[in-house]
């Protein structure tokens, strides 16, 4: 207690995110005082190899076990943050997203591994981990966090906005005219048309979604994802990700298969639209979905008359929103400030999460 009271008002934070793409480690810092980003600093990526990837892969599920691999992939958070520090110079706290193998909130289960006090010991800086659990156990989704973060940045930018993240799974925050956050998970991100472009061509996305811009979306296999009762649900709900799966699409050919899958992504973010409390006039983009031209055109034809554009439109990092969150959430950790609401997770008050390793 003494030490917080200690504390600068101003902290500098790192933050540190695997996604469910399973492409690597973003890594960013900000200036913030828990409530407002002060400062934006600088923010490196580093990329899993394909085979640490397929190690990783391995323990989705949690079944078997997990204990190796966590230890390798706390040491690459070392590395990560290790890389980011070497620019920015020294940090008050990090946030550890860690990596999440298993989600199944209706059983109150969420499992994020990564070794918080490893990391710690090892950066010499306290971590904040485990943003999700408190969550989880008082009844909430444990996801998405992020919201909290979007509306922090969004301070200043006309009402209502959504904030659509495009990772292995979709995300959008809405903010209304009066601040007020609505937040769910949308439905398949990127990693359905990864995987596929996986299997069908040996490579880890559609660049630019140019596979998919070649082929043709088969509208009965369209239709037949999007039949799943996921969608019509009203918020808050979240998923796992590998909730869906592209056995739909197994019979076309690369670029329809890819095509079809893209537009399932681009269908079930424009259908968050049915559970928001007023249309948007604009959507704002983040995460690596942004760079697939081919989901972008689809996105803004599902959503006109909304204007649809990457977060660079409004100055923000696509590639660092994340990270960035997860140092602005460790901050509010430490003061003891809510970063979940009924609005976000559905936790049944604002609550405050994370568990605390000394460095
Ligand atoms: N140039 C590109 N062209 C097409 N797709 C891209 C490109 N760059 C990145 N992506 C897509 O973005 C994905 C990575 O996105 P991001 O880093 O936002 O995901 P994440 O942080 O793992 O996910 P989550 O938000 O689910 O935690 C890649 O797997 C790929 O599908
Ligand atoms: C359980 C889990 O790790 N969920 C991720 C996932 O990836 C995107 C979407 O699904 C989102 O709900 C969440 O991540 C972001 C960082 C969040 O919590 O806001």
Redesign the pocket.
Known sequence: MTELLAAPRRFRALGL?S?????GI?AACIVTDGHRVLERGASVTLPYDAAFRARLRSVLGGGGPVTAVERELTLLHVEAARALLAKTGPVDVVGFHGHTILHRPEQRRTWQIGEGALLARELGVPVVDGLRVADVAAGGQGAPLVPAYHAALAADLEKPLAVL?????ANVTYIGPDGALLAFDTGP??AL??DWMHRRAGL??????RYAARGTVDEACLAALTAHLYFDRPPPKSLDRDDFTADAVAHLGQDDGAATLTAFTAATAARAVEHLPQRPRRWIVC???R??ATLMRLLAERLAPAVVEPVEAVGWDG?AV?AEAFAFLAVRSLLGLPVTFPGTTGAPSALTGGVMHAA
């Open positions: 995110m996604g469910t793409s399973m492409d973003d993240n495009v990772g292995g799974v991100g990127n048309v990864d880890p996305m559609d660049p630019e979604g995460g690596g979905g760079r697939n590639d994340e």
